[in-house]
């Protein structure tokens, strides 16, 4: 039996067993004999790599499936909140929704959790343009900055005045104007 060269060798120890071996039972033989190799697994198999010349073959990759979450809301709210924001109010009842959708479904899709997140970020835009307009459009009802009379003139005043305190807010708005039309009048 021939063995490669390096092949891994162990001792064994060998006694005679037909009784023709020394009297000695303490003595033994010992000699190296060739095991066999365990037999080693084979690399993993590599894909052949293509020629320069070759285009590289292309595996198939599996779309996403499509996940929407806040961006059609948010978009459909935003382009609401942009078309009715100059009333004032129906800006601002949309456009806060819009916000709100919009940034949770464009926070979503920053994560990887939607697939939506043109749409989300479009109805976070377009929810706050129309939050915005429509609370500038009704920043004076909601905080008392604009007055009865503001922007008119003193005649144009006085014809919507309906009471006597309006027609006390137009004299002291026009007050400059008043004194001189009316320089007898009393305080």
């Not at 060269?5 to 067993?17: K, M």
């Not at 590599?46 to 948010?74: F, I, K, L, S, Y």
């Not at 915005?132 to 009379?149: D, H, K, R, S, Y």
């Amino acid at each position: 039996m021939t063995t490669p060269h390096g092949a891994p060798r162990r001792r064994v120890d060998l006694r005679p067993t037909d009784g023709s071996g020394p009297a000695d039972p303490e003595a033994r033989t010992e000699t190296l004999r060739a095991v066999e190799p365990e037999p080693v697994p084979a690399p993993p198999r590599r894909a052949p790599r293509a020629r320069r010349d070759e285009q590289p073959v292309e595996e198939p990759v599996e779309e996403p499936t499509q996940r929407n979450g806040m961006g059609t809301p948010a978009l459909v709210l935003g382009l609401l909140a942009v078309a009715t924001s100059w009333t004032g109010w129906a800006g601002v009842v949309l456009g806060l929704p819009a916000v709100v959708a919009g940034f949770l479904g464009a926070r979503r899709a920053f994560r990887n959790l939607a697939t939506d997140g043109a749409a989300s970020l479009g109805g976070f835009v377009t929810g706050l343009a129309g939050l915005v307009v429509g609370a500038v459009m009704v920043w004076p009802t909601l905080f008392g900055t604009g007055g009865f009379g503001d922007g008119l003139t003193l005649d144009q005043c006085m014809a919507q005045s309906t009471t006597a305190r309006e027609m006390h807010m137009c004299k002291s708005q026009h007050l400059a104007e008043f004194n001189q039309r009316y320089p007898n009048a009393a305080e």
